[in-house]
C-alpha cells in the first residue's frame, strides 16, 4: 500500500548528439538524483494550493522504547503517530512556511487541536535519521527557498486509542488574515 523510501541514489542519463571526431572523447551525462527527489514517493493525502504542495506520506503509529529513564509519558488511553510530510515551494520567491505549520490544526472527533510536537521527538528519539533535522529545520523555516522540496517526520499527534479518522487542516497561504483553509482526511488503523 505504500511505496519505502530509499537513501540510495538513483540516477537519469541523458545524451546530446556527438559528432564524428568527438565519438572517442565522448562522455554521457550523468544527472544524480537529490535524496529529496528520492524521497518524494506516494502520498496518502495531498493539498495543493497556488503557493505549495504539501503531501502526506505515511501515519505512522509508534510505542516508546522502554528505556531506565521515559522522558515521554504515555497515556494508555492514548496512542502516539507522527506524519512523515513533504512539501514542495511552487513560488519562485522564499515562501514562510512555518507561519503556515503554526496554523495547522490536527482534528480527530471533536473540535480539539491534536498537534503535539512532543510526539516527533518522542519518534526521532527511537528512530534517529541523519537527515531529520535538517529537513524538519527546512519545513519550519520562515525563509522556505524558492521551488524548494523537503521531507521529514513533521507532526505528531496523541489521540484516543480508538480514534482512527482524522483531518488535516492548513491555510492556503502564510496570511493570518487569510480565512482560506484546505481540509484533508486520513486514517490510522
Given at each position: 500500500m505504500f511505496i519505502s523510501c530509499s537513501n540510495s541514489q538513483d540516477?537519469?542519463?541523458?545524451s546530446q548528439p556527438v559528432s564524428d571526431d568527438q565519438k572517442d572523447t565522448a562522455?554521457?551525462?550523468?544527472e544524480t538524483l537529490t535524496d529529496n527527489e528520492i524521497r518524494d514517493s506516494a502520498a496518502i493525502a495531498i493539498v495543493e494550493?497556488?503557493?505549495y504542495i504539501l503531501k502526506l506520506h505515511r501515519a505512522i503509529e509508534f510505542t516508546p522504547a522502554p528505556k531506565a529513564y521515559q522522558p515521554f509519558k504515555v497515556d494508555p488511553s492514548t496512542k502516539l503517530v507522527v506524519l512523515d510530510i513533504s512539501v514542495r515551494n511552487k513560488l519562485s520567491t522564499p515562501l514562510n512556511f512555518s507561519r503556515i505549520l503554526g496554523m495547522t490544526v490536527l482534528k480527530g472527533k471533536g473540535e480539539t487541536n491534536l498537534v503535539a510536537p512532543w510526539v516527533v521527538a518522542a519518534y526521532i528519539t527511537d528512530h534517529a535519521d541523519p537527515n531529520h533535522q535538517k529537513q524538519y529545520d527546512a519545513l519550519w523555516s520562515s525563509n522556505f527557498e524558492p521551488k524548494g522540496f523537503h521531507r521529514a517526520i513533521l507532526l505528531?499527534?496523541?489521540?484516543?486509542k480508538e480514534q482512527k479518522e482524522f483531518t488535516l487542516i492548513v491555510p492556503e497561504k502564510p496570511d493570518l488574515n487569510n480565512p482560506v483553509k484546505r481540509e484533508v482526511k486520513f486514517s490510522v488503523q
Open positions: 540516477t537519469k542519463t541523458g562522455v554521457v551525462k550523468t494550493t497556488s503557493d505528531g499527534l496523541n489521540p484516543k
